[in-house]
């Protein structure tokens, strides 16, 4: 385990205090003080670490999301999760769901990417997707994402109900199939995505994160990533060179509205401890 995540978690485990009454403003705003004096430890620790997890915040974001804590208890916290393709987006979100199996935690992850909108008649006419992209076909549009379908849905696990969401399928065809995936409404809900920060849904998150990484770095494991999958080499540089044009189109002019921007190449089991202390500080109470 890093040393300085160590520390943090041996000093928390000793630093308990009274559970506030979160149904009561006072209560809540003494919860809302506490997690602002935790989460400046965390950065602080970060800033020690051979590789920075974090990388930049906005220094208004605590004050903001505090206040929606006091002022909305009762709805579910929501983040977004964006950065342009091959960031790391996947591999965080596994690493935190292997969290959410190994401690409990009470975290949905939705994949943005199942609203892409249904495509199949154009794969047909096409031939194929790589055809389709040639063709001029811009995938990564926010045009090409069910946008209203998303925020109707978020904003309907935010105020604590189930839904079904749209499953966008990974064969090739371009089909989606509505309302296929259960998804359950936990305490936080987690949206990853490239779109969870574009126009039409950014506003509704509580906290939104981009995941940053230089494009050398992201082109090798693309590449990598493309030669595991069987993908011609040919095509592969094809659609890097499409992928980087559109983050440079879509997600970069996004990436201001961002409350935390976190490093792509952070250690992972450097993450996981993280994580792990984050649900240590916001379960660290007793009560009378």
């Known amino acids: 385990m890093n040393a300085l995540v160590k520390d943090l ?3 928390q485990t000793k630093d308990k205090i009274q559970k506030p009454n979160c149904q009561t403003r006072t209560g809540r705003s003494l919860l809302a ?3 602002q004096t935790k989460f400046k430890q965390i950065i602080n620790h970060d800033k020690k670490s051979d590789k920075q997890l974090i990388v930049d915040y906005k220094k208004d974001f605590l004050d903001s ?3 929606r804590l006091i002022n909305r208890p009762e709805d579910r916290i929501l983040i977004a999760l964006s950065g342009e393709s091959a960031s790391g987006k996947s591999t965080i ?3 935190i769901a292997e969290c959410i199996e190994k401690l409990n935690l009470p975290i949905t992850i939705l994949s943005a990417d199942n609203y ?3 495509i199949s008649h154009l794969i047909e006419k096409y031939g194929n997707f790589d055809l389709l992209r040639d063709a001029g076909y811009d995938i990564d549009s926010p045009d090409n994402f069910d946008l209203d379908l998303l925020k109707e849905d978020v904003l309907t696990l935010q105020k604590g109900k189930d839904i079904l969401s749209p499953e966008y399928l990974v064969n090739g065809t371009g089909k989606s199939k509505p309302k296929s995936i259960p998804v359950k409404s936990n305490k936080i ?3 990853e995505g490239m779109c969870s920060i ?5 506003d509704i998150f509580d906290i939104k994160v981009y995941i940053d990484l230089d494009d050398t770095e992201r082109k090798d494991r693309f590449l990598k990533r493309a030669k595991i999958r069987n993908q011609d080499e040919i095509n592969a540089l094809k659609h890097w060179e499409y992928i980087k044009k559109a983050g440079q189109k879509y997600l970069i002019p996004n990436k201001p509205k961002c409350d935390i921007i976190i490093n792509g190449e952070c250690d992972l089991e450097y993450f996981s401890h993280m994580v792990e ?3 240590l500080i916001t379960n660290n109470f007793y009560e009378e």
């Open 65 to 67: 999301f505090t206040d």
């Open 9 to 11: 978690l041996e000093n």
């Open 116 to 118: 892409f909108r249904d």
């Open 189 to 191: 809900i987690i949206i």
């Open 33 to 35: 003080f506490y997690l």
């Open 93 to 95: 979100c596994k690493k």
């Open 198 to 202: 574009y126009d039409k849904v950014s």
């Open 277 to 279: 202390y984050i649900n």
